[in-house]
């Protein structure tokens, strides 16, 4: 019905930055919200940040400050700009998005596959 995908994950030292891109396609219509989620070894899934349709951001208390989401409405593409990488934001980052089957309207919630970022001390 709809996929995500990520890109721009990568290596860094503590400090450094990445941008991560993500592009939803498919049969979808009003992907609203959109956001990132992340995942290290033995932790939960966390939230990072999100975006909605009108521009609205929210961020985890761990990275305000330091990271930046923002989306192309037009493209269905979502960005994590992420500045100032510490070696606590290594994880897994997932994307997600919430949308409507299109013809149906049926409620989705979509996962991107992942995308792994590793920030060396």
């Known amino acids: 019905q709809g996929k995500l995908v990520e890109s721009g994950g990568g290596s860094v030292q503590a400090g450094g930055s990445l941008r991560l891109s993500c592009a939803a396609s498919g049969d979808i219509v009003m992907v609203d919200p959109m956001a990132w989620y992340r995942q290290a070894p033995g932790k939960q899934r966390e939230l990072v940040a999100q975006?909605?349709?009108?521009?609205?951001?929210n961020y985890a208390d761990s990275v305000k400050g330091r990271f930046t989401i923002s989306r192309d409405n037009a493209k269905n593409t979502v960005y994590l700009q992420m500045d100032g990488l510490l070696p606590d934001d290594t994880a897994v980052y997932f994307c997600?998005?919430?949308?409507?089957?299109?013809?149906?309207?049926?409620?989705?919630?979509?996962w991107g596959q992942g995308t792994l970022v590793t920030v060396s001390s």
């Open positions: 975006v909605t349709d009108g521009g609205n951001t």
């Open positions: 997600y998005a919430g949308a409507k089957h299109w013809p149906t309207y049926k409620d989705v919630e979509i």
